[in-house]
């Protein structure tokens, strides 16, 4: 093997999978593409490197005649995630930069050449992480105009990373509940359209979309003691709302086709007050759900209306709303209690102060009813994890609500916290527990 192409291969490991067999397509002294591309990778990688940023390249992709290729890199300043992401083209004996992508994409440890979107040129998955049940992905494309990273609809709004990987031409995301190697995930394709990736059917032939095959789910035995009225497909999901034995107001059931799309699979069935809460747990977008609960009308709107309030919620105080914390129903009507941010963490390690929004459903849209500036590390369901419920107070004007549930194993109470949210007498205060 002659010294040149031998120290070309021992260079670096990305610039090692540019190459495709032999380095055909030199002319005279003039490096061919490939080569040309291994070269310019090799020098641009120790930078990078010594930076203390991860670095990738993607393989020489030919699309419609044209050569291409794809450089990324992605540093951490102040522990954040910054991303640049360099657009090549062949120009016919030079590499030339055709565009450049930077902002809080996905790590860039891989990048491949996809078909995602409607350009003709090719689009880029930049992928990283991999731990955990965790596939970073975001997608840089030249579909309508310059290079430019594509927004996927995703949790509460949109977003330029998720957790998911190309599929053809689609994209399957996926919600990790927990954040680890078993789950509980949801899954959901994404197929480019409008200018984002948005909510698409699995592939394949869609099971059926009638009443009768959610009750059978979600009611089993041979004795009924549940009704559905009205469901809605769509995405890979299913929303069905109707009456049962046993259910104060409506029965609520979500289901999901799971990761391969063949079947329905019960994931909830309520009243519908964990609904707000969905996007939050499940792969399932506040835009989707909201399509999904239209056709019920007036039977859901406080539940689609509380999801958009988490949305706003989340876009001023930029902060992860509590997967389990959903509407509350006490002293005859509805309640939503929203734990934000009022202030930087301490440090690295330690939570933000929060305080608390309490709303009520007046019946048209969700009203500030009191507000706490500022709450115990007790009652922080954001960090603490766990759900508010009624307790009573004693009295008909008042109510309280208590955190319980996992959020709480390791106070002196068990699962409960050592305190509650109430406005007896008259305004919200924190009510002590001994």
């Known amino acids: 093997m002659p010294r040149g192409r031998a120290r070309l291969l021992l260079a670096t490991g990305a610039a ?6 032999t380095l055909a397509g030199a002319v005279g002294n ?25 670095f990738a390249a993607s393989r020489v992709v030919s699309r419609n005649g044209r050569l291409w290729l794809a450089v990324g890199s992605t540093c951490y300043p102040r522990d954040k995630v910054h991303t640049r992401v360099q657009i090549f083209r062949w120009s016919g004996h030079a590499w030339r930069l055709r565009g450049t992508v930077t902002g809080p994409l996905g790590p860039s440890q891989w990048i491949n050449a996809a078909s995602l979107t409607e350009s003709r040129d090719p689009d880029f ?8 049940d965790t596939n970073c992905l975001s997608v ?3 579909v309508g105009g310059p290079w430019h990273a594509v927004r996927f609809e995703y949790g509460y709004g949109r977003s330029l990373e998720v957790n998911g990987f190309p599929v053809g031409h689609l994209v399957q995301t996926e919600v990790n ?31 059926s979309c009638s009443e009768s095959t959610f009750q059978t789910l979600a009611d089993f035995w041979q004795t009924k003691v549940l009704r559905f009225t009205r469901v809605t497909c769509g995405g890979g999901w299913a929303l069905a709302v109707g009456d049962g034995a046993g259910f104060t107001g409506r029965a609520v059931g979500l289901f999901d086709r799971g990761s391969d799309g063949r079947r329905w699979h019960l994931l909830t069935l309520d009243n519908g007050n964990a609904l707000p809460a969905a996007p939050a747990i499940y792969d399932l977008p506040l835009s989707l759900l909201s399509r999904l609960a239209t056709p019920a009308g007036t039977m859901l709107a406080p539940q ?35 734990v934000v941010p009022v202030g930087p963490a301490p440090n690295d390690y330690s939570p933000p102060p929060v305080g608390a929004v309490i709303y009520r459903w007046d019946g048209q849209r969700w009203a500030v009813d009191g507000r706490l500036p500022r ?12 759900w508010f419920i009624s307790v009573p107070t004693g009295r008909r004007s008042s109510v309280a609500f208590e955190l319980v549930g996992s959020c709480c194993g ?13 406005n007896a007498g008259g305004k919200w205060h924190v009510v002590p527990l001994r």
């Not at 078993?182 to 699995?202: C, D, K, L, Q, V």
């Not at 309030?309 to 939503?336: E, P």
Request: glycine share 16%.
């Open 375 to 386: 709450l115990r590390h007790h009652l922080d369901v954001n960090g603490l994890g766990g």
């Open 125 to 132: 998955a930049i992928q990283g992480c991999g731990a955990g």
């Open 304 to 338: 689609v209306a509380a999801a958009r309030l988490i949305a706003r919620l989340q876009s001023k105080y930029h902060f992860g709303w509590a997967q389990q914390n959903g509407i509350v129903n006490a002293g005859g009507r509805r309640w939503l209690i929203a």
């Open 140 to 142: 840089v494309s030249d």
């Open 177 to 207: 509940a927990c954040g680890c190697a078993g789950g509980p995930s949801t899954w959901m394709y994404e197929r480019y359209a409008h200018g984002i990736f948005e909510p698409a059917n699995p592939p394949g032939p869609e099971p």
């Open 16 to 21: 090692a999978l540019l190459f495709s067999g």
């Open 30 to 54: 003039r490096p061919g593409p490939r080569k040309a591309a291994a070269v310019l990778v090799a020098r641009m990688r120790p930078e990078r490197i010594r930076a203390g940023c991860t």
């Open 410 to 422: 390791a106070s002196s109470r068990g699962a409960h916290s050592t305190g509650l949210i109430s």
